[in-house]
C-alpha cells in the first residue's frame, strides 16, 4: 500500500471550494517536494502542482498546492464539473528511493 | 509540443517478458535536464514509478521492481524502452511514459503519453 495517504473522496458544489490532504512522513512529504496531479477519467495523469506550491504554464490560479510538515495540501476553489477527477499527490521517498504516489482522491461536484 | 506514445503488445503470457517502446516526437529525447520515466495503473488503482533513464544512460528504477525491470534509450531514434520479466497477472496495468525535469531522481512529470494497457493472461 501507499505510504502516502489521502481521503478516498471529496464532494462539494459548484463554485465552492475542496482541499486535499496528503499525508506521508521525514522520509517523503516533510523533506522532498512534493506534486500534484489530476486524472480525468480514462485518460493519463496531468500535473497540476510541483514544487509543493508551483503552478506549470496552463494552470488556472484557482489551483493551489501548500505543505505544513509531513502534510501537503491542494486546494481547488470556483469548482467546476470538469474538476470531477482523481487526484493524486507524488513525491520521492528517500527511505524507499523510490517516486511514490498518494492513494488517490475523487473529487465530486454535486 | 512534445508528445510521447506508447506502443508494444497489449496481451501478454504469464512467466514471459513485457516490452513496451515510448517514442517521443515535437522534440529531442537528447535534451539536456529532460528525463524519461515508465509508470502503470493497475485497473481502478493508484499509480506506481517503475523507473526513469536519462539519453546518456543514466537509469534507476523502483527498488520493488528492479529484479524484474530494465529499461534503455535509443537517443538516435528518440525513444525509450522497458522490459518487464516473469510477468504475473499482477502485472496488468494501464502502462505511461512520461518526461520531468532537472534530475534522475524522479520529480513532477510534466508530460505523458496517453498509456497502453497490458494484459497479462494465457
Known amino acids: 500500500q501507499s505510504v502516502l495517504t489521502q481521503p478516498p473522496s471529496v464532494s462539494a458544489a459548484p463554485g465552492q471550494k475542496v482541499t486535499i490532504s496528503c499525508s506521508g512522513s521525514s522520509s517523503n512529504v516533510g523533506n522532498n517536494y512534493v506534486c500534484w496531479y489530476q486524472q480525468l477519467s480514462g485518460t493519463a495523469p496531468k500535473l497540476l502542482i510541483y514544487?509543493?506550491?508551483k503552478r506549470p504554464p496552463g494552470i488556472p490560479g484557482r489551483i493551489s498546492g501548500s505543505k505544513s510538515g509531513t502534510s501537503a495540501t491542494l486546494g481547488i476553489t470556483g469548482l467546476q464539473t470538469g474538476d470531477e477527477a482523481d487526484y493524486y499527490c507524488?513525491?520521492?521517498?528517500?527511505?524507499?528511493?523510490?517516486?511514490?504516489f498518494g492513494t488517490g482522491t475523487k473529487v465530486t461536484v454535486l | 509540443h512534445l508528445q510521447l506514445q506508447e506502443s508494444g503488445p497489449g496481451l501478454v503470457k504469464p512467466s514471459e517478458t513485457l516490452s513496451l517502446t515510448c517514442t517521443v516526437s515535437g522534440g529531442s529525447i537528447s535534451v539536456s535536464y529532460y528525463y524519461w520515466g515508465w509508470l502503470r495503473q493497475p485497473p481502478g488503482k493508484g499509480l506506481e514509478w517503475i523507473g526513469s533513464?536519462?539519453?546518456?544512460?543514466?537509469?534507476c528504477y523502483n527498488p520493488s521492481l528492479m529484479s524484474r525491470v530494465t529499461i534503455s534509450v535509443d537517443a538516435s531514434e528518440d525513444r525509450f524502452s522497458l522490459q518487464l520479466s516473469s510477468v504475473t497477472a499482477a502485472d496488468t496495468a494501464v502502462y505511461y511514459c512520461?518526461?520531468?525535469?532537472?534530475?534522475?531522481?524522479?520529480?513532477?512529470?510534466?508530460?505523458w503519453g496517453q498509456g497502453t494497457l497490458v494484459t497479462v493472461s494465457s
Open positions: 533513464i536519462y539519453y546518456s544512460g543514466s537509469i
Open positions: 507524488g513525491t520521492w521517498d528517500s527511505s524507499l528511493s523510490a517516486y511514490v
Open positions: 512520461a518526461k520531468y525535469e532537472r534530475r534522475l531522481r524522479p520529480d513532477g512529470f510534466d508530460s
Open positions: 514544487d509543493n506550491d
